[in-house]
């Protein structure tokens, strides 16, 4: 009777704890992924130089919401155990008009930013659950055609293509339904641009397995010059994501 009792305790402790090996193991072994369209609530500010001039760009969120044309942004990442990858997508066309008083003449700018990025990393700590940190390192394409007219006649029609490299890190806690996460990053490093960056905090809450709201900020830099061309662009502002998870 006591080796039979002994059985029943002993028995379902093996098998429970198989079976929480297995979950995890599964856990390790299978793929999830997160696809987050978002809005950025951005301004630019940008300092054009050429034909030893610079022009400077001044537009809030109501100036680029005013003369949007067309708009993409997308985030999604891929992960599997402590793996995982990421890609990003911004794409905005802009025009404005304005005037130049002094001469009595009238301008048109025309803007359309590209900005494309894939990433690699890893989690670094896990600390109980609750802390996360990774580290990812990537490749950055960043794009944008300049068009200016003045009086009717184009003086300014440029694009400029930039690919560079960026590290960086991701801080992320979870705690019940609150996701929260930061991340910066830098790249550059003079082989496209001088320098570009890019920063992001994330609060976000999670409504089910398959769905979470975050709102934030977000920011993003290049400084760029080459051909006697020189871009020196920030885009920035408040953010809200949707985000789905499978």
């Not at 696809?35 to 109501?62: C, H, M, N, R």
């Not at 942004?73 to 905005?92: N, R």
């Amino acid at each position: 009777m006591k080796k039979l009792i002994l059985l029943l305790v002993i028995i379902p402790g093996i098998v429970f704890g198989q079976d929480d090996s297995s979950d995890a193991q599964t856990k390790e072994s299978t793929w999830e992924f997160d696809l987050t369209p978002y809005i950025w609530f951005a301004g630019i500010s940008a300092d054009i130089s050429f034909l030893d001039q610079t022009v400077p760009v001044e537009a809030s969120f109501k100036d680029v919401l005013e003369n949007l044309k067309f708009g993409v942004l997308l985030h999604a990442e891929a992960k599997k155990g402590k793996w995982f990858i990421m890609s990003d997508l911004v794409y905005m066309k802009l025009k404005k008009d304005g005037r130049i008083e002094m001469l009595a003449v009238d301008t048109e700018l025309e803007m359309k930013q590209l900005i494309t990025e894939l990433a690699g990393g890893y989690n670094l700590i896990n600390s109980q659950d609750w802390l996360f940190i990774d580290g990812f390192a990537g490749w950055r394409y960043f794009g944008i055609t300049n068009k200016l007219d003045i009086a009717g006649q184009n003086v300014l029609d440029k694009t400029i293509n930039v690919n560079d490299p960026f590290i960086g890190l991701r801080f992320r806690t979870v705690s019940e339904k609150w996701l929260n996460s930061f991340r910066f990053d830098v790249g550059g490093f003079g082989i496209g641009s001088e320098v570009n960056w890019k920063a992001n905090i994330m609060i976000g809450y999670q409504f089910s397995e398959l769905f979470s709201l975050y709102l934030g900020a977000q920011g993003y830099g290049v400084d760029y010059e080459k051909d006697a061309f020189g871009l020196d662009l920030v885009t920035g502002g408040l953010i809200t994501g949707f985000n789905f998870h499978f």
